[in-house]
């Protein structure tokens, strides 16, 4: 008798803005994201580090995989390539975040009609201190 191999291709539909920011929309999914995108982590102890029911882990995984950030394999979740330019994109929202004050003083900056374009670069490189901030703003 014959042994035939079936192989399962999933063609991945396309998913919008909305699908990925969804899944990562709340703190505990987007910690799960966070902590599989610094490295590849067991699926158990996934489960064990988020305070999470059975079914609020699953469901939360389950939307990370299917709108492709992360990967299962061998019981471990990891990043995709998409997943990381996702995650790349939350650490810029996050320093954002942090330096929110800093700007601010920016747009008082950027409003000023006193100020040439030289110095306004300058003294907005120097307000930041943030080199991935400061190629959004400057250029």
């Known amino acids: 008798m014959e042994l035939t191999v079936v192989r399962h291709v999933s063609i991945m539909k396309s998913h919008s803005v909305e699908d990925v920011l ?12 966070c902590l599989i995108a610094k490295g590849s982590i ?3 102890v996934l489960k064990q580090t988020k305070g999470l029911s059975t079914k609020q882990y699953y469901s939360r995984t389950e939307d990370l ?3 492709g950030l992360i990967k299962r ?3 471990r979740f990891s990043i995709t ?17 942090k330096n929110y004050w800093k700007l601010k003083a920016v747009d008082s900056i950027q409003s000023s009609t ?22 959004i703003l400057v250029e």
């Open 65 to 67: 995989l299917e709108v």
């Open 81 to 97: 390539a998409f997943g990381a330019v996702v995650y790349h994109a939350q650490l810029v929202i996050e320093s954002g975040i």
């Open 114 to 135: 006193d100020i040439g374009e030289q110095e306004r670069v300058k003294l907005i490189k120097s307000i930041l201190g943030d080199i991935n901030i400061e190629r």
């Open 22 to 33: 969804h899944a990562i929309s709340d703190i505990k999914s987007l910690d799960m994201f």
């Open 73 to 75: 394999k061998k019981r």
């Open 42 to 44: 067991e699926i158990d």
